[in-house]
Structure formats: structure tokens, C-alpha cells
T-cell receptor, first 113, second 112 residues
């Protein structure tokens, strides 16, 4: 069966510090991968998605970036965090191949102070 | 107009009642429709997928799709306090590759 991992689970970072969140998927090959952010009490905002290694599509221009160095690894980064970057960061995957269900990881709760 | 719209709620129903959650979408060519449940502080969990007009039942959950009217609904029969959560509607449109558009969610409270 497939499993998706995210770490860390929670993070408190000062404004201006860097960020690196990691997501890995087990039990599948060549998944589509997604990063979402959910602000408190709000809906899901798609940040990036990837259909393959090194292929990143950005949905919202901001101070975040994403990379996919391996087939089942997706990384979200920032060089300098802003207060507005606080939120619940969710990684998701889907099998591709004409299937569109997305399966979410446990999430990382980021607080920028 | 938002691409996927849901009433934010909260929707409050007594235990044992039927909870009805609704969602409308703007892209008439949308192909795939999903319902997710999100407990407070947790990540969304897929509970139903529906692709064709009509009803699809899975246990206490029934998804209903009407493409002509561009709405999809989720019925929860015999609602339990454990069903209290935010329910997200998601739609795969005609375009956009593998992107799915999520609604903002409807909060459901089931009162014991």
C-alpha cells in the first residue's frame, strides 16, 4: 500500500529564516506530487505541483520554491520566511495515469514569529 | 464566481439525522468530483469519488452528481458526533492537467 510522509510535523521559525519541508511517498512510482498551504480557517491553496523529477509548476508567485530531486521526494523551500508564510502545509500525491484522486500527508504546521 | 463553491456553515444536525452538504462548480466540462473530510488540525481524507450523473453509495455516505445543474452533494445518513468535521468538495476540471480545485469547505457539527 502507499504511504506519504511529511516532516517535520510542527515548526516555529523566526521571520527571515530559511525553510525546508520534505515529503516522501512510498509504494508507488512516478506519482504526481502537490504542495498546498491552508491558512487558519481557510481553504486549500495550491502552491506547486510536479508530474515528474525536476518538473515543477508554480501556482502562486511568492517567496517559496519547490524541488523534486527524486521520483518520490518533494521539497518545499524558502530563503527568507515572512509572517504571512504561517500555515498548515500539506503534501499530496496522486497516481497520475488518468486518476485524479489526491491523497494527503499528515501536514506540517508552520508558525513564523 | 469561485470555481468551486460551498456553504461555509456551520451546518448543525442532531445525531441520527441526515446531513446534506452541497457544492457547485463553474466548469461545465468537469470530469471528476471528490469529497474529503478534514478533522480539526488534521489533513484531508478522501471519502468519496464520483464521475457519472446519479448517486453513488458507500456505507452511510451517498454522493450525488448532476452535471447539467453543475452541483455535487454528499449525504451522510445516521449522522454521528464523529462525523463532525469540515467537508471539502474538489473538482477536476476539463483543463488544468492534474490540478484539482478545492472548495473552502463546509463545517458540520453533529449534536449528541
Amino acid at each position: 500500500s502507499q504511504t506519504i510522509h511529511q516532516w517535520p510535523a510542527t515548526l516555529v521559525q523566526p521571520v527571515g529564516s530559511p525553510l525546508s519541508l520534505e515529503c516522501t511517498v512510498e509504494g508507488t512510482s512516478n506519482p504526481n506530487l502537490y504542495w498546498y498551504r491552508q491558512a487558519a480557517g481557510r481553504g486549500l491553496q495550491l502552491l506547486f505541483y510536479s508530474v515528474g523529477i525536476g518538473q515543477i509548476s508554480s501556482e502562486v508567485p511568492q517567496n517559496l520554491s519547490a524541488s523534486r530531486p527524486q521520483d518520490r521526494q518533494f521539497i518545499l523551500s524558502s530563503k527568507k520566511l515572512l509572517l504571512s508564510d504561517s500555515g498548515f502545509y500539506l503534501c499530496a500525491w496522486n497516481p497520475g495515469t488518468g486518476q485524479y484522486e489526491q491523497y494527503f500527508g499528515p501536514g506540517t504546521r508552520l508558525t513564523v514569529t | 464566481q469561485k470555481e468551486v463553491e460551498q456553504n461555509s456553515g456551520p451546518l448543525s444536525v442532531p445525531e441520527g439525522a441526515i446531513a446534506s452538504l452541497n457544492c457547485t462548480y463553474s466548469d461545465r466540462g468537469s470530469q471528476s468530483f471528490f469529497w474529503y473530510r478534514q478533522y480539526s488540525g488534521k489533513s484531508p481524507e478522501l471519502i468519496m469519488s464520483i464521475y457519472s450523473n446519479g448517486d453513488k453509495e458507500d456505507g452511510r455516505f451517498t454522493a450525488q452528481l448532476n452535471k447539467a445543474s453543475q452541483y455535487v452533494s454528499l449525504l451522510i445518513r445516521d449522522s454521528q458526533p464523529s462525523d463532525s468535521a469540515t467537508y471539502l468538495c474538489a473538482v477536476k476540471g476539463r483543463t488544468g492537467g492534474f490540478k484539482t480545485i478545492f472548495g473552502a469547505g463546509t463545517r458540520l457539527f453533529v449534536k449528541a
